[in-house]
């Protein structure tokens, strides 16, 4: 079950937890016009400190720009909000869901007189496909659903709606006793999980479809990307053909709530045990995400704890939070 927190941030307000509802004839419910994040917060020897918030926060800008969406709110206020929640909340690790959708009002297809309303939930979640999955590796198949097309929707908005697709993926690899499903693009070609992007290692290279093969602008995508760089790989963005799975040395997956998960299997033929480039991606992107190297310190944004944020209490009440850190 879903570990609550005590407060959410609804349109400007922390309300109870149980207290955070909306009305039925909410537009978003019937129609999916919503968009949304998922952002994670980690302990580091700083404190509490959010992982690429500032990325975070501007997808979620372009995925509401997308919708013909105004979030009320700026990137700025978001981010205030989300510091407050997580010191009020009194957590040090958990993963923050801000969702932008429109309300309650006129009912129909046409959206653009109902309010945009925007909240933020944390809660502490832990691994996403389960605490063996990093180390062990999960078991995949290939959907028999095609992720969504530019013909119809838009892969580059994280969307509610558009999340069906998901949904439909992840029932379908479930019950046939997997972890996870592989979903193709429409031209037949390698695009991502469930709720994760795809990377494949073979023969040294490590390989990721395009942004043009439909996937989610993956955050962890690119971290994962400047990671393997940096420790001297060399990484491709190419289309990647379904054999190229199987015929792999090794494949991983990335995002949010999944972290770096080792694939270990892919239709019933076994890629293998977690193997060396993606260990030595994990520790690092490990260590990014907890503080401890250096060179990824500018993706931390630290949460200033309630002692700090005390108007009067040490810092100055402007100078509560650190710059945003600049985008790598
Ligand atoms: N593709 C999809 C479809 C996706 O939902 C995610 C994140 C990613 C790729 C990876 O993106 P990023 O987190 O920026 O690296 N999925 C989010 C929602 C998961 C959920 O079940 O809810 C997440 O990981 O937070």
């Given at each position: 079950m879903l570990n609550t927190a005590d407060l959410i941030w609804m349109n400007g307000e922390f309300v109870e937890w149980e207290d955070a509802k909306v009305h039925v004839l909410t537009h978003g419910l019937h129609y999916g016009t919503g968009v949304f994040e998922g952002i994670r917060a980690y302990e580091t020897p700083d404190g509490p400190a959010i992982f690429r918030h500032l990325d975070h926060l501007e997808r979620l800008e372009a995925s509401s720009k997308l919708y013909y969406m105004d979030l009320p709110y700026s990137r700025d206020q978001l981010r205030e909000a989300t510091h407050e929640l997580i010191a009020r909340c009194g957590l040090r690790e958990c993963y923050i869901r801000p969702l932008v959708y429109r309300g309650y009002g006129p009912m129909g297809l046409n959206p653009l007189d109902n309010p945009v309303e925007v909240s933020i939930a944390v809660w502490q979640w832990g691994a996403y496909l389960g605490e063996e999955s990093k180390v062990n590796g999960v078991r995949a198949k290939t959907s028999s659903w095609r992720r969504i097309s530019?013909?119809?929707?838009?892969?580059?908005s994280k969307a509610s709606g558009q999340y069906l697709n998901s949904v439909l993926a992840k029932v379908e690899s479930v019950k046939s006793g997997y972890d996870e499903a592989i979903l193709l693009d429409d031209k037949g070609h390698v695009c991502e999980g469930t709720g994760e992007n795809v990377f494949v290692v073979k023969d040294g290279q490590i390989v990721t479809p395009p942004q043009?093969?439909?996937?989610?602008?993956?955050i962890n995508r690119k971290s994962v990307m400047q990671i393997a760089r940096d420790l001297g790989h060399e990484v491709v963005e190419r289309d990647v053909a379904r054999a190229e799975l199987p015929l792999s040395d090794e494949v991983f997956l990335t995002g949010t709530a999944a972290e770096i998960v080792p694939m270990r299997e892919i239709d019933d033929i076994e890629i293998g045990r977690p193997g060396p480039v993606t260990q030595e991606i994990q520790r690092v992107f490990d260590d990014a995400l907890h503080g401890r190297d250096e060179r990824y310190a500018e993706w931390l944004d630290h949460v200033p704890l309630a002692e700090e944020r005390r108007p009067g209490a040490g810092r100055p009440s402007t100078a509560r939070s650190t710059p945003l850190p600049s985008r790598a």
């Open positions: 530019p013909d119809s929707l838009i892969p580059h043009t093969a439909s996937i989610l602008d993956g």
